[in-house]
């Protein structure tokens, strides 16, 4: 039990481009699911913590305007990188609370984000 | 600010040699501790988890970690490692009230040779 998954698990885009990933809790329901940034070699980077049915509450630094976040369902929250750039390129990795089991995070596999 | 340091960027080392990795964190309230490990082109995995109780913990794979909350500390423990270990080491804290929000270190990667 307790699987997350994401998609797409790979994205190339050009760069002024819209890309969203979607970040699903299969077998439980997720009140709280979170955004990472990895890069490589890197540690995880929290971008935000989505909350079903409210705003997203973002990382000092991470724009909110250009990463959107979207949690409008217990098993589904979405990220937009709107206008994307190169910098953008990245690792992005979701993880669902589930609330049931506690503090426990499960992770997404993540998504490849290359912005040309 | 909360904060998660890794002593050890690249540890190498041959099969059936022990491992120690560090972790230590800057928080002074409670805390809950996490082992992640991360295998090449693989997602994120619980390793084992400290909450409350029995300050050593066991996970998967003969993996241990003992919380020493004078020393701020939740290292990493592994009698003997095998090839197959070989991955990225994440260590992450939740500190109490933070609305579940992780807090990893640097990581540290780990090689096995055979």
């Known amino acids: 039990g307790a699987v997350v998954s994401q998609h797409p698990s790979r994205v190339i885009c050009k760069s002024g481009t819209s890309v969203k990933i979607e970040c699903r809790s299969l077998d439980f329901q997720a009140t709280t699911m979170f955004w990472y940034r990895q890069f490589p070699k890197q540690s995880l980077m929290l971008m935000a913590t989505s909350n079903e049915g409210s705003k997203a509450t973002y990382e000092q630094g991470v724009e909110k305007d250009k990463f959107l976040i979207n949690h409008a369902s217990l098993t589904l929250s979405t990220l937009t990188v709107t206008s994307a750039h190169p910098e953008d390129s990245s690792f992005y990795i979701c993880?669902?609370?589930?609330?049931?089991?506690?503090?426990?995070?499960?992770f997404g596999p993540g998504t490849r984000l290359t912005v040309t | 600010a909360q904060s998660v340091s890794q002593h050890n960027h690249h540890v190498i080392l041959s099969e059936a040699a022990s491992l120690e990795l560090g972790c230590n964190y800057s928080?002074?309230?409670?805390?809950?501790l996490f082992w992640y490990v991360q295998y090449p082109g693989q997602h994120l995995q619980l390793l084992l988890k400290?909450?409350?109780?029995?300050?050593l913990v066991k996970g998967i794979k003969g993996f241990e970690a003992e919380f020493i909350k004078s020393k701020f500390s939740f290292n990493l423990r592994k009698p003997s490692v095998q090839w197959s270990d070989t991955a990225e080491y994440f260590c992450?804290?939740?500190?109490?009230?933070?609305?579940?929000?992780?807090?990893f270190g640097q990581g540290t990667e780990l090689s096995v040779k055979p």
């Open positions: 993880s669902a609370r589930d609330p049931v089991r506690g503090y426990e995070q499960y």
């Open positions: 400290y909450f409350s109780g029995d300050p």
């Open positions: 928080y002074g309230g409670t805390v809950n």
């Open positions: 992450a804290v939740n500190a109490e009230n933070q609305g579940g929000k992780l807090i």
